[in-house]
């Protein structure tokens, strides 16, 4: 199950889209030790889960097919520095480098929920001098561990709202579709914001303003829905499609062991 948090404004990611140039988005993954960063990269590029992945920092570029259009993921797996000199540290060339950034903590670990906050306001400072709207996404991991749960889902959320994050509760352990949607899920929040900076977007029509929460129940439904629809009209190229077994149907990928 995933719970969902939109950010304040947002278009249709739900527009035709035909002969588009290919797409480049840098994504940073980021918080503290543990907490499954890399749990969710290896996720998204194999679709599993394989247990220990080592304190090892890499960069991964993921080529995939969205919707018709060419996209290439460039993952940046960080490593937690053991010796910041403040909590929530970012480097300056991680900021730079970002096109949006995923924030990762642990339900069962409040202290890397604090360093998530930490984070998350650290970007938003430096986002403010560079006149940069680069999304965030806020994810609590670990959901598995209900038993262990030290961050109810309420904070995670209200913590989202209040930064206008994306905000989503997985399990990197137990499933692939979570980790499909928060990667796709900055993946349309980063394009909408290059067109918003381009300027491009406005007659796309904005069609959800002010805070809102998208519950399980209710991306189940929709997910029902679409996935009846996709039944009775097979997708067209150009059709967004969520369901894994064919939106990952070019994927290739390649590891990028030097870090720029
Ligand atoms: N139960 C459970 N364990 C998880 C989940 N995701 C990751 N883990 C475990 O948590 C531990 C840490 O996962 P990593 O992906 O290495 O965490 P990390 O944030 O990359 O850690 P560092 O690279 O050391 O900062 C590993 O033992 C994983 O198997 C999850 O969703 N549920
Ligand atoms: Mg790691």
Same mark, same amino acid.
């Given at each position: 199950?995933?719970?969902? /948090? ?6 249709? #990611?739900?527009?035709?889209e035909?002969?588009q140039p290919k797409v480049e988005a840098?994504? @940073? ?5 543990? /907490?499954?960063?890399?749990? %969710?990269?290896?996720?998204? %590029?194999?679709? =599993? ?5 080592? !304190?090892? &920092? #890499?960069?991964? *570029?993921?080529?995939d097919k969205i919707d018709?259009r060419d996209i290439c993921f ?10 910041? &000199?403040?909590?929530?540290?970012? *480097?300056?060339?991680? %900021?730079?480098?970002?096109d949006?950034?995923? %924030?990762?903590? !642990? ?24 006149? *940069?709207?680069?999304? @965030? ?13 030290? /961050? !109810?889902?309420? &904070? ?12 989503? &509760?997985? *399990? ?7 980790? @499909? ?6 993946l349309d @929040?980063i394009r909408?914001?290059r067109?918003?900076?381009?300027? $491009? ?7 959800? #303003? ?9 991306? =189940? ?27 990952? #149907?070019?994927?290739?990928? $390649? =590891? ?5």
């Open positions: 199950m995933v719970v969902q /948090v939109e950010p304040r404004i947002r278009y249709s #990611s739900k527009r035709m035909t002969n840098n994504i @940073l993954l980021l918080g503290a030790e543990n /907490v499954g960063k890399s749990a %969710l990269t290896v996720r998204f %590029l194999t679709r =599993r889960f394989i247990g220990e992945y080592g !304190s090892i &920092e #890499s960069i991964y *570029s993921h080529h018709g460039n993952i940046w797996d960080s490593l937690y520095p053991q010796n910041a &000199e403040e909590v929530g540290h970012i *480097s300056d060339r991680q %900021l730079q480098w970002s949006g950034f995923i %924030l990762v903590y !642990s339900i069962c670990d409040r202290a890397s929920f604090n360093v998530v906050r930490q984070q998350v306001q650290r970007i938003r400072q430096a986002q403010q001098k560079l006149s *940069s709207s680069a999304p @965030l996404i806020i994810v609590g991991n670990k959901r598995d561990l209900q038993h262990r749960r030290a /961050v !109810s889902s309420e &904070e995670g959320r209200l913590l989202a709202l209040s930064a206008d994050c994306g905000f989503f &509760e997985i *399990s990197a352990a137990e499933a692939y579709h979570g980790v @499909l949607m928060v990667f796709h899920e900055l @929040l909408e914001a067109a918003l900076k381009k300027g $491009t977007a406005g007659f796309r029509g904005i069609v959800r #303003s002010g805070n809102w929460i998208k519950g399980a129940d209710l991306i =189940r439904a929709e997910e029902t829905a679409e996935r009846e629809q996709r039944r009775l009209d097979p997708p067209s190229p150009h059709k967004k499609v969520l369901d894994s077994s064919t939106s990952h #149907s070019s994927r290739e990928e $390649t =590891r990028k062991s030097v870090l720029p």
